[in-house]
Nanobody
Framework: QVQLVESGGGLVQPGGSLRLSCAASGFTPDYYVIGWFRQAPGKEREGVSCMSSSNGNTYYADSVKGRFTISRDNAKNTVYLQMNNLRPEDTAVYYC???????????????????????WGQGTQVTVSS
């Protein structure tokens, strides 16, 4: 059974930084995609960034390109989202999610969408406010 546990959320001022962590356990498929999604109040959940397990290829939503970086520590089975230059519009609950895929993906943009994900964490709140 897949378990994803997020941590690292909090309150930060505009322009500040946070690093989210997602500790994964319970699965070791050959190929999978893991990523971060967020849901702001009154809005639909959206993909923020995803990464392919096999080749490390990444995808970023336009709204976070150049500010957020997804990375992983395979030894710790943990995925991170480094968020810099945070803006009030980044305020949301951030979720880690993953899905097994049948083969290595060259690009992950198409699968970095809510309906494609199979397992979800409980979410961590990020609030950007002065």
């Amino acid at each position: 059974q897949v378990q994803l546990v997020e941590s690292g959320g909090g309150l930060v001022q505009p322009g500040g930084s946070l690093r989210l962590s997602c500790a994964a356990s319970g699965f070791t498929p050959d190929y999978y995609v893991i990523g971060w999604f967020r849901q702001a109040p009154g809005k639909e959940r959206e993909g923020v960034s995803c990464m392919s397990s096999s080749n490390g290829n990444t995808y970023y939503a336009d709204s976070v390109k150049g500010r957020f970086t997804i990375s992983r520590d395979n030894a710790k089975n943990t995925v991170y989202l480094q968020m810099n230059n945070l803006r009030p519009e980044d305020t949301a609950v951030y979720y880690c999610a993953t899905v097994e895929v049948p083969w290595e993906l060259i690009t992950v943009q198409a699968i970095c969408v809510v309906p494609a994900m199979a397992s979800w964490g409980q979410g961590t709140q990020v609030t950007v406010s002065s």
